[in-house]
């Protein structure tokens, strides 16, 4: 039995946030659709909490860099504040198009200079206080005012002139110039009334007090670094309260360990499972196995030489890497086919540009004389004609005369990292050019520092794209070697600067996407990302557990790290589907899977200030 969700109704309008307007949504989304299990009638009593209500427990790799919205980057800490916050608009489950959320609906002057936004009638905070336009009103002007602030989302106010609330139900804001990402405001608007009596910025984790006051459709009720992070649902959520009675994310450092608790019903739902834990779980009972196309890119990113916004540099990347025949040289001795069957083993698309093809409006791949080939004799021969020659002992020498060796920063939870690190050491040492794999739990201090030469990269890219292409701009370098910033590796390039603010500005969906490719395009031709694979998303769920789901989009979707909160608030108790068909939903379709178990704790460590969500399988978005 399929059980589905039926679609409410919903206002014109609102992405899953991390900017820009959803103006150009993916239009080539894959199209195979998920089965779905039939639900048992089986209690689950791993998933059941001690007062005798279901529990979902989700297993997480990655940790938390901050419960503050101002300063969380990586994607499990986003995801959490998607089901704890209301943003201005929210992404249709189905297509991804703009629905509303706390905004319910939104015009522009003929300008587009002034926007306004009337908030949701009746909104409430958990905390029973009402939610009005002067919380918005508060949020967007607080990152107008204190860098702080603006460390997570700053990109989406930095073009605000004026943010005003004339009435509780009124949110206006007036742009310097127009702005393309004014229905994709991808910001966790937060409670004035609790936030005003917050001092430094920079420094407040809001892990202290539970439970944490918001209006999604979940409340965070308790939090342990690198252990867990539980919820409870909120009642009095417009869209209506989830089903179950705990959403607990259970942190685990080992993949094989978070797959052994599904196993035995420890937990309900594990996401980024490798090729060869994904094949052990299809032949499990009650354990259903989802492979859809993904979000996110799998990248080498090289160290262009960390900088700050003051003009002083800082970190020690290898000087070699500024020159782009040793880039090239590199690059060229990626054979991304045999990573994508090697490595992902098939669950995965051969890398090239920037935005995953699931984007189609935005996916752009190189062709031609632009296209780096895996080559290993054009390497070598790029190597050779920059002067980059060997010496007896078949070891590429470096312009100081030293043998070139480069470190790769390697995320120690995530086996492909380690899996493409042998390969990379295997094809650059047939270069002369000596590899080492620095693995660790947590590698934003140095990354943060510029203290690598590459490392393993990866973002979650939503609908609108504006987001993780800002990351790449000049404004998002830290202010000082002392400061952190936006930046994802300190890349910093004129030409696509120029690009991304013509793109910022442009209301045309199709002149829009064409800046957006030859965005990508610039940033393939500077050699400092390389994209090697587009990983599916392949995760597994406990049928016995959880009755239905809805998955994002809707046919081939993905449930981890959705656009919006719809997995986790649409899930439906196995031991309630029986019977019970007034689930009220998105509109999309759900899909059979189980629940199950104890403690859903999720991504701990709460490495202060802001780390990027980039880190692991699970970088956001």
């Given at each position: 039995?399929?059980?589905?969700v039926p679609?409410?109704?919903?206002?014109?309008?609102?992405?899953?946030?991390r900017?820009?307007?959803?103006?150009?949504?993916?239009?080539?989304?894959?199209?195979?659709?998920l089965?779905?299990?039939?639900?048992?009638?089986a209690t689950?009593?791993?998933?059941?909490?001690?007062?005798?209500g279901?529990t979902?427990?989700?297993a997480?790799?990655?940790?938390?860099?901050?419960l503050?919205?101002?300063?969380?980057?990586?994607?499990t800490?986003?995801?959490?504040h998607?089901l704890a916050?209301?943003?201005?608009?929210?992404?249709?489950a189905?297509?991804?198009?703009?629905v509303?959320a706390?905004a319910?609906e939104w015009s522009?002057?003929a300008?587009?200079?002034?926007?306004?936004?009337?908030?949701?009638e009746?909104?409430?905070?958990?905390d029973?206080?009402?939610?009005?336009?002067e919380?918005a009103a508060w949020?967007f002007?607080?990152?107008?005012t204190?860098?702080?602030?603006?460390?997570a989302?700053?990109?989406f106010?930095?073009?605000?002139?004026?943010?005003?609330?004339?009435d509780?139900?009124?949110?206006?804001?007036?742009?310097?110039?127009?702005?393309?990402?004014m229905t994709a405001?991808d910001?966790?608007?937060?409670p004035k009334h609790?936030w005003?009596?917050?001092?430094?910025?920079s420094?407040?984790n809001?892990?202290?007090?539970?439970p944490i006051?918001?209006n999604?459709p979940?409340v965070i009720?308790d939090?342990?670094?690198?252990?867990?992070?539980k919820l409870?649902?909120?009642?009095?959520?417009?869209r209506?309260?989830?089903?179950?009675?705990?959403?607990?994310?259970?942190?685990?450092?080992d993949g094989?360990?978070?797959?052994?608790?599904?196993?035995?019903?420890?937990v309900?739902?594990?996401?980024?499972?490798?090729?060869?834990q994904?094949?052990?779980?299809?032949?499990?009972?009650d354990?259903?196995?989802n492979?859809?196309?993904?979000?996110?890119?799998?990248?080498l990113?090289?160290?262009p030489?960390a900088?700050?916004k003051?003009g002083?540099?800082?970190?020690n990347g290898?000087?070699?890497?500024?020159?782009?025949a040793?880039?090239?040289?590199?690059?060229?001795?990626v054979?991304?086919a045999?990573?994508?069957?090697k490595?992902?083993?098939?669950h995965?698309?051969?890398?090239?540009g920037?935005?995953?093809?699931?984007f189609?409006s935005?996916f752009w791949?190189?062709?031609g004389t632009q296209?780096?080939?895996?080559?290993?004799?054009?390497?070598?021969?790029?190597?050779?004609d920059?002067?980059?020659?060997k010496?007896?002992?078949?070891?590429?020498?470096g312009k100081?005369?030293?043998?070139?060796a480069?470190?790769?920063?390697?995320?120690?939870?995530?086996?492909?990292?380690?899996?493409v690190?042998?390969y990379?050491?295997e094809?650059?040492g047939?270069?002369g050019?000596g590899l080492t794999?620095?693995?660790?739990?947590s590698v934003?201090?140095?990354?943060v520092?510029?203290d690598?030469?590459?490392?393993f990269?990866g973002?979650?890219?939503n609908?609108d794209?504006?987001?993780?292409?800002?990351i790449?701009t000049?404004?998002?370098?830290?202010a000082t070697p002392?400061?952190?910033?936006?930046?994802d590796n300190?890349?910093?390039?004129?030409?696509?600067?120029t690009?991304y603010?013509?793109?910022?500005?442009e209301y045309?969906?199709?002149?829009?996407a064409?800046?957006?490719?030859?965005?990508q395009?610039?940033?393939y031709?500077?050699?400092y990302?390389?994209?090697m694979?587009?990983p599916?998303?392949?995760e597994?769920y406990r049928?016995d557990?959880?009755?239905?789901?809805?998955?994002?989009p809707e046919?081939?979707?993905n449930l981890?790290g959705?656009d919006?909160y719809?997995?986790w608030?649409?899930?439906?108790?196995?031991?309630?589907?029986s019977?019970s068909?007034?689930?009220?939903g998105?509109?999309s379709?759900g899909?059979a899977?189980?629940?199950?178990?104890a403690?859903?704790?999720?991504?701990?460590?709460?490495?202060?200030?802001r780390?990027?969500r980039?880190a692991t399988a699970?970088?956001?978005?």
């Amino acid at each position: 039995m399929v059980t589905k969700v039926p679609s409410s109704p919903l206002p014109r309008r609102s992405r899953r946030p991390r900017r820009t307007a959803r103006l150009l949504l993916a239009a080539g989304l894959a199209t195979a659709s998920l089965a779905a299990l039939p639900a048992t009638t089986a209690t689950a009593t791993a998933g059941d909490d001690k007062s005798g209500g279901t529990t979902l427990t989700v297993a997480v790799s990655q940790s938390i860099d901050s419960l503050s919205p101002f300063l969380a980057q990586k994607l499990t800490s986003t995801s959490i504040h998607r089901l704890a916050y209301e943003y201005l608009t929210n992404y249709d489950a189905k297509d991804a198009r703009t629905v509303p959320a706390f905004a319910t609906e939104w015009s522009s002057s003929a300008d587009k200079l002034t926007w306004t936004y009337k908030i949701r009638e009746g909104s409430t905070w958990s905390d029973g206080k009402p939610a009005t336009a002067e919380d918005a009103a508060w949020t967007f002007g607080k990152m107008m005012t204190d860098p702080n602030a603006a460390t997570a989302n700053g990109s989406f106010t930095a073009n605000f002139a004026e943010v005003t609330a004339p009435d509780a139900k009124t949110l206006v804001i007036r742009l310097k110039k127009p702005q393309a990402t004014m229905t994709a405001l991808d910001v966790p608007i937060v409670p004035k009334h609790v936030w005003e009596k917050v001092g430094d910025f920079s420094k407040f984790n809001n892990d202290q007090q539970f439970p944490i006051v918001g209006n999604g459709p979940f409340v965070i009720t308790d939090f342990k670094v690198d252990q867990y992070i539980k919820l409870k649902p909120n009642k009095t959520f417009w869209r209506g309260a989830p089903k179950f009675d705990e959403l607990v994310f259970k942190y685990y450092k080992d993949g094989d360990a978070a797959v052994a608790a599904l196993q035995k019903g420890e937990v309900s739902f594990v996401p980024n499972l490798t090729p060869a834990q994904a094949a052990a779980l299809k032949t499990q009972k009650d354990i259903r196995v989802n492979d859809a196309p993904g979000r996110r890119f799998y990248a080498l990113a090289t160290n262009p030489g960390a900088r700050a916004k003051d003009g002083k540099t800082f970190g020690n990347g290898h000087p070699a890497l500024l020159d782009p025949a040793v880039r090239k040289a590199l690059f060229l001795s990626v054979d991304r086919a045999t990573l994508v069957d090697k490595v992902f083993q098939g669950h995965a698309v051969e890398g090239e540009g920037y935005i995953p093809p699931r984007f189609g409006s935005y996916f752009w791949k190189p062709e031609g004389t632009q296209k780096r080939s895996y080559d290993p004799a054009a390497a070598a021969k790029a190597l050779d004609d920059a002067g980059y020659r060997k010496n007896g002992d078949g070891k590429r020498l470096g312009k100081d005369g030293r043998p070139l060796a480069f470190r790769i920063l390697c995320h120690a939870t995530d086996p492909n990292d380690k899996a493409v690190a042998k390969y990379l050491q295997e094809w650059w040492g047939a270069l002369g050019i000596g590899l080492t794999v620095e693995c660790l739990d947590s590698v934003s201090d140095p990354w943060v520092k510029g203290d690598y030469d590459l490392a393993f990269d990866g973002w979650s890219v939503n609908p609108d794209p504006d987001y993780v292409l800002s990351i790449h701009t000049c404004g998002t370098l830290p202010a000082t070697p002392k400061d952190t910033g936006a930046t994802d590796n300190f890349i910093c390039d004129k030409e696509f600067d120029t690009l991304y603010a013509r793109q910022a500005v442009e209301y045309d969906t199709a002149k829009r996407a064409d800046l957006v490719k030859r965005m990508q395009s610039r940033l393939y031709d500077t050699g400092y990302m390389n994209i090697m694979a587009y990983p599916n998303a392949l995760e597994a769920y406990r049928t016995d557990q959880i009755a239905s789901i809805t998955t994002m989009p809707e046919a081939a979707g993905n449930l981890w790290g959705q656009d919006g909160y719809w997995s986790w608030w649409s899930a439906v108790p196995a031991a309630s589907a029986s019977g019970s068909g007034d689930d009220s939903g998105s509109s999309s379709t759900g899909i059979a899977i189980g629940i199950g178990a104890a403690v859903i704790v999720v991504a701990g460590g709460l490495l202060l200030l802001r780390t990027r969500r980039r880190a692991t399988a699970d970088d956001r978005e």
